[in-house]
């Protein structure tokens, strides 16, 4: 079972209903391996809260996301929404055990 969600923009008042929605398709078919890939654009420099609390709602739904299942993040451009470097943001998701994708390249070191 495969489910994407993607251009999340920091949408903190539909997380919930998001969170559920994943609860519901999970219940639905509990024998199905799922995995949950998140498809790009997480953070919204436009969300007041998000910019200044550096996403911390954001990393808070795929951290309850991954409780669910394995996430796959495919980096977006709005990932450097709240935190310049993308590397951190790399980082960060791989220390929360995200896999991240990513066809983007970071020219200061080539990864």
Same mark, same amino acid.
């Given at each position: ?26 219940a639905a ?14 953070f919204? @420099?436009?969300? +007041? ?5 550096? %996403?911390?709602?954001d990393? *808070? #739904?795929? !951290?309850? /996301? @991954?409780?669910? +299942? ?5 980096? %977006?451009?709005h990932?450097? *929404? #709240?935190? !310049?470097? /993308? ?25």
């Amino acid at each position: 079972l495969m489910l994407c969600v993607a251009d999340l923009h920091s949408a903190y008042a539909t997380a919930p209903q998001l969170v559920a929605a994943v609860d519901a398709a999970l219940a639905a078919h509990p024998d199905a391996e799922a995995m949950i890939l998140v498809n790009g654009d997480v953070f919204e @420099r436009g969300n +007041a809260v998000a910019r200044r609390t550096e %996403g911390a709602g954001d990393w *808070a #739904l795929l !951290d309850a /996301l @991954r409780d669910r +299942a394995p996430v796959v993040l495919n980096i %977006g451009n709005h990932e450097t *929404a #709240l935190v !310049d470097d /993308l590397a951190e943001v790399v980082r960060r998701a791989r220390e929360r055990d995200l896999v991240v994708v990513s066809s983007i390249r970071d020219t200061r070191t080539g990864r």
